[in-house]
Structure formats: C-alpha cells, structure tokens
C-alpha cells in the first residue's frame, strides 16, 4: 500500500516549456487534489475532482490544466512555464461525503523554472 | 474573503513544556476543523479532526479545541519532545475544499 505517489521528484524547466505531473493513489478514494506550496503562502488549492470524470478550479488555477484519467490518477500540466510557477507541487486524495474525511499527501514536486 | 491566521510564524519550546498553537478564521463557518504536521521535504500529515459541535478532542498527547464563537482553534502539545519539532498546519473544511493556514514551525529545544 504505497498511498499518494508522485512523480517526478525534481524538475527543472526553462520558460515556455511544458511538462505534466503525474499522481496516483491506491486507497481508493474519490477525490483528489493538487495544490502548490510557497513560503510565505502555505499551501494553495490549484484544481481538485471531487469523482471520476469532474474536475473543479481551486484558489489558483491559472496557467495549469488538470486530467481525472481514472479513479486513481489526478494529472496536472502546465502548458507554458512561467518562473511564477517554480514552486512544491503536492497531490492529496481523500474520502468523500459528510464527515470531513482527512486528506493524504504525497511526497510533493519540486519544480523550478528558469 | 476568507482568512485563516496561525499565531506566528515561529514557536521555541523548552523539552517537557506544553505547547499552544493557535488557529484564527474570519468570514467562515467551517464543519470541521483539522490540523495535520509537516516535515521538512516532506508532504502534511493527518493529525486530528474536530467537528463544529465538538469542543475539545484528544489523541495521545495532543489535544485540540475548537471555539465556533471565537472562530478560533487551540492545538496542544503536553510533554513536548524534539520529535515534535515541525510545522504544524490548521485547515478548514466547510462548503469549500479545504483551505490551510500559512503554518506554525515549532522546535522543541532538548
């Protein structure tokens, strides 16, 4: 049971390039997430999908686009890097419904952009 | 809008003391509050929930308390250890995702 995986680890990219980041969980949960993580800004809600097949904006959605390719995996791309996008990239998944089911975490994205 | 404020950024901490975090909200009225511990480098992790008609919840030595008229959290500590050292984040669950607080580093000094 590996939890929240996330790959890559580290990325470097120049400006204007693209890249996907890639997350899968094995609990079998509904929802998924992707936020960002700054210093000084704590963690941010980019998008989440809340099921298979629905995918919602969070605090700060642009310049990334989101895939629910199926119940386990939650992809983020971003089509043109910006050097405002150099930041840790963390994926979470969770229970649905009523009971304010707990989020986990994967290891995070370190992203920089030059 | 929504805000969440931790009480600083920072907390020092003698070994054995008890330490108090706190979690501030204006212009929400959260279900459920939750606090979970970050590691450097590493990603949060699930500590405690408590419900809005909760007042207190205990797990070993943490203790957390949640004042929906205060619009305010308590996270406690007892008997601090180095191990405890980390920052600890409180996160807010209502109509909206998830929204977190900035984060509290705390360090337990031996």
């Known amino acids: 049971n590996a939890g929240v995986t996330q790959t890559p680890k580290f990325q470097v990219l120049k400006t204007g390039q693209s890249m996907t980041l890639q997350c899968a969980q094995d609990?079998?949960?509904?929802?998924m997430y992707w936020y960002r993580q700054d210093p000084g800004m704590g963690l941010r809600l980019i998008y989440y999908?809340?099921?298979?097949?629905?995918?919602d904006k969070g605090e700060v959605p642009n310049g990334y686009n989101v895939s629910r390719l199926n119940k386990r995996e939650f992809s983020l791309r971003l089509e043109s890097a910006a050097p405002s996008q150099t930041s840790v990239y963390f994926c979470?998944?969770?229970?649905?419904?009523?009971?304010?089911?707990?989020?986990?975490f994967g290891p995070g994205t370190r992203l920089t952009v030059t | 809008s929504q805000k969440i404020e931790q009480n600083s950024e920072a907390l020092n901490i003698q070994e054995g003391k008890t330490a108090t975090l706190t979690c501030n909200y204006t212009?929400?009225?959260?279900?459920?509050l939750q606090w979970y511990r970050q590691d450097p480098g590493r990603g949060p992790v699930f500590l405690l929930l408590?419900?809005?008609?909760?007042k207190e919840k205990r797990k070993e030595r943490l203790k957390v308390t949640f004042d929906t008229t205060l619009k305010q959290s308590l996270f406690h500590i007892t008997a601090s250890q180095p191990a405890d050292s980390a920052t600890y984040l409180c996160?807010?669950?209502?109509?909206?995702?998830?929204?977190f607080g900035k984060g509290t580093r705390l360090s337990v000094i031996a």
């Open positions: 979470a998944s969770s229970e649905t419904g009523t009971g304010g089911y707990e989020q986990y």
């Open positions: 609990m079998n949960h509904n929802s």
């Open positions: 999908s809340a099921s298979e097949g629905t995918t």
């Open positions: 212009n929400y009225s959260p279900a459920y």
């Open positions: 408590i419900r809005e008609n909760e």
């Open positions: 996160a807010l669950l209502g109509n909206t995702p998830l929204v």
